[in-house]
């Protein structure tokens, strides 16, 4: 079973920067984060597949920036100039292939506040 274990949320001003991290128990072969508000459904925020191709939401584009590090098979999310409207839950998302079955992972998600 594959873990993921999210780390680095809280609580910060508009105009604040966090910094999320997901440690995964294996490599997968691409990493997303997601967020879902309250009484909005689950959004997809970033995902990066290999080691350099990603994807951003326009919400967030110019202002988020995923990276992983294989050798710690962890993915980071970088939040600058965050906003009251990136208040939400943020998951770590993993795809890992398991011979020719794709299977797919949560993370148990960290809340993410942005006050005005």
């Known amino acids: 079973q594959v873990q993921l274990v999210e780390s680095g949320g809280g609580v910060v001003q508009a105009g604040g920067s966090l910094r999320l991290s997901c440690a995964a128990s294996?490599?997968?072969?691409?990493y997303g984060w997601y967020r879902q508000a309250p009484g909005k459904l689950r959004e997809l925020v970033a995902t990066i597949t290999g080691g350099t191709a990603t994807n951003y939401a326009d919400s967030v584009k110019g202002r988020f920036t995923i990276s992983r590090d294989n050798a710690a098979n962890t993915v980071y999310l970088q939040m600058n100039n965050l906003k009251p409207e990136d208040t939400a839950v943020y998951f770590c998302?993993?795809?890992?292939?398991?011979?020719?079955?794709?299977?797919?992972?949560w993370g148990q998600g960290t809340q993410v506040t942005v006050s005005a």
């Open positions: 998302n993993a795809l890992v292939w398991t011979g020719t079955k794709r299977n797919e992972y």
């Open positions: 294996v490599t997968p072969f691409r």
